[in-house]
């Protein structure tokens, strides 16, 4: 069993155990001839037939020198492929329905120029031509449907250059995955802000001062905060905003603060939280069962509460 799971791996890399700078040797390399390959050899048989039934010179002529052509070009097509290096391939963490972006580095490895690669995984294809003397980068896109871990999964290498008579292609499998985020909520509700009661203990703060204007109202905004003399005035249901919310402070933010009861809409909003958090230079707490994040602020703060969001309740 040992055995076959390790032959499979070597022909069809199904597991990404391939580490990083990879160079494509001839053990990697799988090479037949393509559609048209198969084509171009049934019309040479049946050239040679016909010569040898009319007896033709010059029919043995071409046929003999296509041949020779269809044979030189098994190798050019090899060496379009062979020592090419896979340097990189990196990703950036997104949101959910938007498109990832894996970007993979080659390089020739050779003095020859790579012509029509085209690198493809199962989602998503390009082609590109790799120059000897930089490192080229390839773009895969793919479109997020959902939150959680996106695998790039396993990397076809293929080449028909130079006359698409022959088909060559390699596998790399490396762990490449980026997160995609919840997809923040468009119109949420303020902010849980927080402050100190005179025992020291936190709370939650009055929301005061001038308003500073009007929002679609959310399931879980104060009642007191609607705008009534707006919807006396038929311009539908909606809520006052205060200066004081632009303000930095300190928020908690946990599922039961969002007056969601659904898993999704519930990180959909802390994740629009979050958001609005790092942009109103709030310090913020995250709460999910038992992942607790401090309060803190900060790039790497916000990327660590969203990429929790992303992974939470998931199994990886």
Wanted: aromatic fraction near 8%.
């Amino acid at each position: 069993m040992k055995l076959s799971k390790k032959f499979k791996q070597r022909l069809f890399r199904t597991r990404p155990e391939d580490a990083l700078p990879l160079t494509i040797h001839h053990k990697r390399i799988y090479i037949l001839p393509s559609k048209r390959g198969w084509v171009f050899l049934a019309s040479l048989l049946l050239m040679l037939v016909s010569s040898i039934n009319y007896a033709l010179s010059l029919g043995y002529a071409l046929s003999f020198l296509l041949t020779g052509l269809f044979a030189a070009t098994l190798l050019e097509t090899y060496k379009n492929l062979a020592g090419v290096t896979i340097e990189s391939v990196n990703g950036k963490n997104v949101f959910a329905g938007e498109q990832a972006e894996f970007t993979i580095g080659l390089s020739s490895g050779t003095d020859i120029k790579r012509h029509d690669i085209e690198i493809m995984t199962t989602d998503a294809s390009n082609i590109c031509t790799i120059s000897p003397d930089s490192q080229t980068h390839c773009t895969l896109t793919i479109a997020t449907k959902k939150r959680g871990e996106i695998k790039l999964g396993r990397l076809t290498l293929k080449s028909r250059y130079p006359l698409g008579l022959w088909y060559t292609w390699c596998y790399l499998h490396s762990p490449t995955a980026i997160i995609a985020y919840p997809t923040p909520e468009a119109n949420p509700p303020p902010l849980p802000l927080l402050s100190t009661d005179s025992d020291g203990d936190k709370a939650k703060q009055d929301r005061s001062g001038d308003v500073a204007g009007l929002r679609e109202y959310q399931p879980g905004d104060t009642p007191s905060h609607i705008a009534w003399k707006s919807l006396a005035r038929g311009q539908g249901l909606q809520v006052k905003t205060f200066e004081n919310e632009q303000q930095g402070g300190e928020v908690m933010l946990t599922q039961h603060a969002t007056k969601h009861h659904e898993l999704e809409a519930q990180l959909s909003r802390l994740s629009a939280w979050v958001i609005a958090a790092e942009r109103n230079q709030s310090q913020y707490a995250l709460t999910l069962n038992d992942n607790q994040l401090p309060l803190d602020s900060g790039t790497a703060h916000k990327n660590l509460a969203l990429e929790s969001l992303a992974l939470h309740g998931l199994v990886r």
